[in-house]
Nanobody, 122 residues
């Protein structure tokens, strides 16, 4: 089992930045990956980014490429999503997830955090 706890959400103005954190505990193997998803009101859940636990590979949704950066600090068992140049359309509940990389990117990871709200508004 893997337990995930997100933090770092909040309200930010358009063009601003936020960094989300996802603290992992339990059985975090190097073969696992961590990913971020988001869901806006009335919309389907959307894949945002994923990274191998080793940090060797990253995948991004086209909508966030060049603005968001995913990373992992293995010493702290914590993943991060640095979000820059935020837009109102980035407003959503952001959740981290963990499983094999392909499973995360495919949208069906087994392990999920509880989610954190990100609101981009002036």
């Amino acid at each position: 089992q893997v337990q995930l706890v997100e933090s770092g959400g909040g309200l930010v103005q358009p063009g601003g930045s936020l960094r989300l954190s996802c603290a992992a505990s339990g059985r975090t193997f190097s073969s696992h990956a961590m990913g971020w998803f988001r869901q806006a009101p009335g919309k389907e859940r959307e894949f945002v980014a994923a990274i191998r636990w080793s940090g060797s590979s990253t995948v991004y949704a086209d909508s966030v490429k060049g603005r968001f950066t995913i990373s992992i600090d293995i010493t702290k068992n914590t993943g991060y999503l640095q979000m820059n140049s935020l837009k109102p359309e980035d407003t959503a509940v952001y959740s981290c997830a963990a499983d094999a990389l392909g499973t995360v990117v495919g949208g069906h990871p087994r392990y999920w955090g509880q989610g954190t709200q990100v609101t981009v508004s002036s």
